[in-house]
């Protein structure tokens, strides 16, 4: 049965894909460590971290996209479970500093020390262990989103209500982070990362390793959407989209249909999240603002809704022209980027994928009338 879902999901386009993706992660970093640093096609350590960063949000917004564009209910507050997938990562990442930090203390990370805490919370537990911490960048916002659309869904909380309440989710738990008495380090952070796994954080092998790990977990990511939607569950999942109510008449359990896939796509945003912050460096509080949550809708809007090749399409350019614009604009580029929303809402309402799907459709619909034969005249006027 997984043959079957695998090999209906993997047309020419999806191959396309992930041929584009291979490349990029065997040439990326084979650029960065073969080539000295003259060298034209050399690619700098920075430029690494920073599309490393790219194909984290690209995994955020297919996470959007599956639980939007195929479901429709709209998320505000997905940057919350790319948050929390970030500081299971960046605690663990805490706890490999051990005696290397400022004030020298085996077991307590140093902003616990500055507090004057005296031993490690609970919740601090476990993560000195990689599979503990990577099980946990699943499990929280999993089982966060899972409480969360249980309640929702079930008391049919939907439209512009549901997209309220995720973003007072993630204001929320911003606010909550905030707290030094939270033990996460407060408006400061989880920062100072030394090694993963025993590798240095700051050498390029280990940057190229996680640039690697980044791409295979965005073709995992698109393989699993990809699987889901071309399913049967995936045609109730659109069916739900379109017709909820019709969809429910017909006996569907429609609410568990929609905690499941919230749940899933959650998961997804934590190991975004969770491959991000050992790239940057840092992970905190201000990850949870809903302008994030708000400009990864932006992501999904501009490539193209309910698409999955539109999300990773619209994370990579709009966040291309983010970093461009803070360079040469950078008191405008915030105006810049809402400018390139509205012409896209404007002009482009299916996004770039879409626009693109309607050229190409109009092309080929020509082309087939243009290699219809000619009719005589006289059978024309028949």
């Known amino acids: 049965m997984m043959s079957g879902l695998l090999l209906k999901s993997l047309d020419r386009y999806a191959v396309a894909f992930f041929v584009l993706l291979a490349a990029v992660a065997v040439l990326v970093p084979l650029a960065n460590l073969t080539l000295p640093a003259g060298h034209p096609l050399h690619v700098s350590t920075y430029a690494v971290a920073l599309i490393g960063k790219y194909l984290c949000y690209a995994l955020l917004a297919l996470s959007v996209d599956l639980i939007w564009g195929y479901v429709g209910i709209l998320s505000l507050g997905h940057g919350a479970f790319f948050a929390l997938g970030g500081y299971a990562m960046g605690m663990y990442l805490m706890r490999q500093i051990g005696s290397r930090g400022v004030y020298g203390n085996p077991v307590l990370p140093d902003f616990m020390v500055f507090l004057d805490w005296k031993e490690l919370p ?52 911003m606010l909550a982070f905030f707290r030094n008495d939270m033990g996460f380090g407060g408006n400061n952070g989880l920062t100072d990362f030394k090694d993963i796994l025993g590798f240095n954080l700051q050498a390029d092998s280990t940057r190229a390793g996680l640039f690697i790990a980044s791409t295979i977990a965005l073709g995992l990511g698109f393989l699993v959407c990809r699987m889901l ?34 749940t899933l796509s959650a998961a997804m945003a934590g190991v975004a999240g969770a491959l991000y912050v050992p790239q940057v460096g840092i992970i905190n509080p201000s990850e949870f603002a809903p302008a994030n949550s708000i400009e990864v809708v932006i992501w999904v809007a501009v ?26 604009l950078p008191d405008a580029w915030l105006f810049a980027l809402g400018g390139l929303f509205v012409f896209v809402t404007l002009f482009l309402p299916q996004g770039i994928v879409g626009a693109v799907r309607q050229g190409w459709g109009k092309v080929s619909r020509r082309k087939r009338s243009g290699d219809e034969p000619v009719k005589p005249a006289s059978q024309a006027a028949e």
């Open 229 to 262: 939607v071309r399913s049967r569950l995936g045609q109730v999942l659109i069916a739900i989209r379109d017709a909820e109510s019709r969809t429910r008449f017909l006996g569907y359990r429609v609410e568990a249909y929609k905690v499941f896939v919230f």
């Open 303 to 328: 490539g193209g809704r309910g698409t999955l090749f539109g999300p990773v399409i619209g994370a990579v350019l709009v966040n291309y022209a983010k970093t461009y614009f803070t360079g040469a």
């Open 122 to 173: 609970w919740f601090w537990y476990g993560f000195d262990q990689f599979w503990f911490a990577m099980v946990m960048v699943v499990v929280v916002p999993g089982l966060l989103a899972f409480v969360f659309g249980w309640f929702a869904f079930r008391s049919r909380v939907t439209g512009v209500y549901l997209s309220i309440i995720t973003q007072a989710l993630t204001f929320a738990l």
